[in-house]
Every structure is written in C-alpha cells, then in structure tokens.
C-alpha cells in the first residue's frame, strides 16, 4: 500500500486541483501504511482543462507541448462510464504520443494505462456511487490519473490476495501495476479522490 504525500514524483509541487502524490515516483512498499490527506480539490488552475462528455473541449488538452498536460472528463448524467473513461483515455494517450506505440514497451505502457483507468472508474461504481470526474495529468515522465467520487469508503487491495476468489482485484492490479496510488479527501467536502501514477516507457 501507498502513502499519500503533499508532492508528486519528481518534486513538481502541488497539483493543480490539490491532490497530492509522491516525491520520488519510487514503488510502493506493501509495509508502508496508508493514510488520508486532507486537501482542498477546488480552486481553478490555468493548466486544468474541465471537460464534459460530448463537448467540443472534451478530447482537448492543456499545457506546453512536450510538457506537463491535463486533460478532465466530467460524467454527469452519463452511462457506461467504463468504456467512456477508457476512449477518453486512449484519445489522450494519441494525442501525446504514446499511442499508436512504436514499441512492445510503449503498447504495453499504454495498456496499463487503461487497465488502472477502467478499474479505478469500476470501483467507484460498485463502491462509491458512480464516479464525478477523471483527471489525466502527463508530464512525459509520469502518467497520474485522478477519479473523484462521492463515495466514503476507503479502496483497499485485498490482503491476501487470493486469485481464485471473486472479486477484489480492482486495486490489486492497481497496486501491481502502478508506481504509487493514494486517496485524497478534503475537509468538509463528501467524496474523495483515488489517484494512481505510472511510469512512461523509456
């Protein structure tokens, strides 16, 4: 499990929406123990583009070319959410370059990419009400994805993890496949934050 810390990977500083992520972009130790960070997630940022489903800005990014990007899909009043995050996904992974891959690495970076999108947003269907938002951050370096809820629950990989069984893999495989994942609540507001980062191939 994860620590959540007031910095992204790298020491980049707060993110734009307050979610806090990982100095370093290190993995994960299991040892390590979890806990909340109360952040505030409001307040606008000149990076942050605020989309939703169906409209002209919905596939566009932000940022300096070649640089920091963040792009943000919103699901009010949307269905089928898993498959509506993860073509949101795919168009921002072409629109910088990871997509179509040139590499057996760089494919399977952007898989991974998808897999921890769809179970992040599958979570917070079967545990949380239905997702509100997913943030999409890339720096080139480090992928961070964001999915805000309503939900009070705490995601939790499932300890020990029994293949075999049912359920409860979700943020197993987030756990495998990511460089850090944490939860981010802010004071007086419903709802949390569940975010993952991902290393970029070489």
Known sequence: MSTTRPCSPGDRGPEPSGVSGVPGGGASTASAPR???????????????????????????????????????????????????????????????????????RRAAAEDVLLVVSELVTNACLHAEGPDQLGIVCDNKVIRLEVTDRGAGQPTPRTPHQAGRPGGHGMFIVQRLCLDWGVVRAPGVPGKTVWAELGAPA
Do not use: K, M
């Open 35 to 105: 806990r909340d960070v109360a952040v505030p997630l409001s307040g606008a940022h000149p990076e942050t583009a605020s989309t939703s489903p169906g409209s002209p800005e919905a596939s566009g990014s932000s940022g300096a070319p070649g640089g920091r990007q963040v792009r943000r899909l919103t699901f009010e009043d949307q269905g089928a959410v898993v498959p509506l995050a993860r073509d949101f996904t795919r168009q921002a992974l072409q629109a910088w370059g990871w997509l179509p891959a040139a590499t057996a690495d």
